[in-house]
Structures are given as C-alpha cells and as structure tokens.
C-alpha cells in the first residue's frame, strides 16, 4: 500500500475520531451549565483523563525525557488546542453544530495547508483540485439545518473562527514536535493545555463568583461525555500524529478536517436530526476528494 494511501487512511480515522469526540464534547458542554467556567471545567475533566493514561503509558515505556525545539512546539500545541476546544464546544453548545463544525473544519484545514506548502513544497495539481473539492464537501456536510439551531449569532461565528485558528496552530505545532514520537507530543500538549486552563478558571472564578449551579448541576451527566471525549479526542490525536509521521502534513490536516461528517452523524442518530440533501451530498463529495488527494 503507497505511504499516500496509508496516509489518508490514517487521516480519515482521526476524523472519525475527532468527530465522535466533538459530538461528545458540545453534549457534555450543555451539560456544564451556561457560563464559560462550566465549559472550561468539563475539557478540564476531559483533559484530566486522558492525560493520565498517558502518563501511564509513558512511565511503562520508560520514554526520555523531551527537550529542544519539538518540546515547545508540543507545549505550544497544547495552548492552541486548549483554548480552541473551549471556544468550539462553547460554539457546539449553543446549539449551532453544523455552522459552528464548518466554520472551524475550514480554518483549521486552510491553515495548515498552507504552511505545509512552504515546509514540504507545493503539492501537485490533482491534489490541490482535491483539497479544495474537499473544502466544499467540508461546508455542504457541516453547515446544513438544524433542529437544534437557535441561529448563528455573531458570538457563535467569532468562536468557530477563533476555534478554527487555533485548530490551524495546532494541527502546525503538533507536526513540528513529531520527532518526538507518537505519545509524548501529546502528552505535554495535554499539560501544557491543561495548565492554561486551570489558569483561565481560576481567574474567572475570582472574577465573576457568580455561584452558578455548573459545578453542582453538570457532574452526574457531563462526566461519561468528559470520558467520551478523553478516549476519541486522544485518539484522534495520536492517529492524526501517525499521519503526519507517514506522509504530509496538508494531506493530514484536509483529511482529519473532514471530522464534521461524524459529528452530524451521531447528531442524526443521538439527535434524530435527519441529515438533508446537501449533508449526504457532502459526504459523497467528500470520498471523491479523498481518492483526489490520496493520488
């Protein structure tokens, strides 16, 4: 099988991953509670878990250390994708996934293509046809009417960008602390995103003591969709960094992007949001961009 294929294999099931883990995600973010603190307080929890096994599975591999350059490209990996998962559930919570899913999966392909082109050159002409077939199978799957839909506020928009950007930034980092291995780049980036979290709600908290009923209401339910996301999003996570080891990095980034696909899916099934027309025509748009960008 061709390091392209194998690529995009591995890509699509980060997708899939991904997509399950951000459906999980904008559930338990409703389940926080309103406010911003009950959001950050649930990736927390979700960070939380899954940081811990991997550190349990470092310890058993008795991993070295990390150092130089990689090091702070993982650390800086983690800032990204902390403060881009809160905003992008925030998003999800407000009930506009498909535009919120869209607006983000956009960005947080263009991005890295884009740096890509200049780190491992430009892709050929078949390709490039095919990231951008993909863009458009990314924005028919993602942004079609929902039951759930209580309008895409300005709000809403300005965090589905911001998650989008630091998606970007993420999606760059993580390739640049790949030398690092599979597990480590992962591991700091959870430190490191946990770190400025805890960070953010304790400023918060000593901002606002708003006494809201997030921290007593949301336990009971938020924990299971915490430890939904702690088990896709790392998964997504690790297989997305196998990628980017095996192939590059646009192909990674366009492919994994297409995560909105599962997302609307377990909306349809947990839901019962039927997907429309143009979401099934999206998908279908959306395997021929992927046997494009696999050539």
């Not at 009950?38 to 929890?45: D, E, I, K, S």
Request: aromatic residues 8%; glycine residues 12%.
């Amino acid at each position: 099988m061709a390091a392209a294929t194998k690529t995009a294999l591995i890509a699509l099931a980060s997708a899939a991953s991904w997509g399950g883990g951000d459906f999980s995600g904008g559930m338990g973010a409703k389940s926080a509670g309103k406010g911003l603190l009950g959001t950050m307080r649930f990736v927390m929890l979700a960070q939380t878990s899954s940081l811990l096994v991997l550190l349990i599975l470092l310890v058993m591999q008795h991993a070295p250390l990390p150092h130089g350059a990689p090091m702070w490209w993982a650390i800086l990996a983690g800032l990204c994708g902390g403060l881009g998962l809160v905003a992008f559930y925030k998003a999800l919570s407000r009930g506009a996934m498909g535009a919120s899913a869209a607006i983000s999966g956009l960005l947080a392909a263009a991005i890295p293509a884009v740096v890509s082109s200049f780190l491992e050159g430009l892709p050929g002409v078949l390709r490039l046809a095919g990231f951008a077939v993909a863009a458009v199978a990314i924005w028919m799957v993602a942004a079609g009417e929902s039951p759930e839909n209580t309008g895409g506020s300005r709000g809403t928009v300005l965090l589905s960008v911001f998650s989008g950007v630091a998606f970007g930034a993420y999606f760059v980092a993580l390739k640049l602390a790949n030398s690092l291995g599979e597990l480590m780049p992962i591991t700091l980036a959870r430190a490191s995103g946990f770190a400025v979290l805890a960070a953010l709600a304790v400023f918060l908290y000593l901002r606002e003591r708003t006494g809201d009923d997030a921290a007593t209401s949301w336990w009971p339910a938020g924990w299971r969709w915490a430890l939904a996301v702690a088990l896709l999003d790392t998964g997504g996570n690790l297989l997305f960094i196998a990628a980017t080891r095996m192939g590059r990095l646009d192909v990674a980034s366009v492919l994994t992007s297409l995560y909105p696909a599962g997302t609307i899916l377990l909306a349809a099934w947990y839901l019962h949001e039927r997907p429309t027309r143009r979401q099934i025509a999206g998908m279908v748009i959306a395997l021929v961009a992927v046997v494009m960008v696999t050539f």
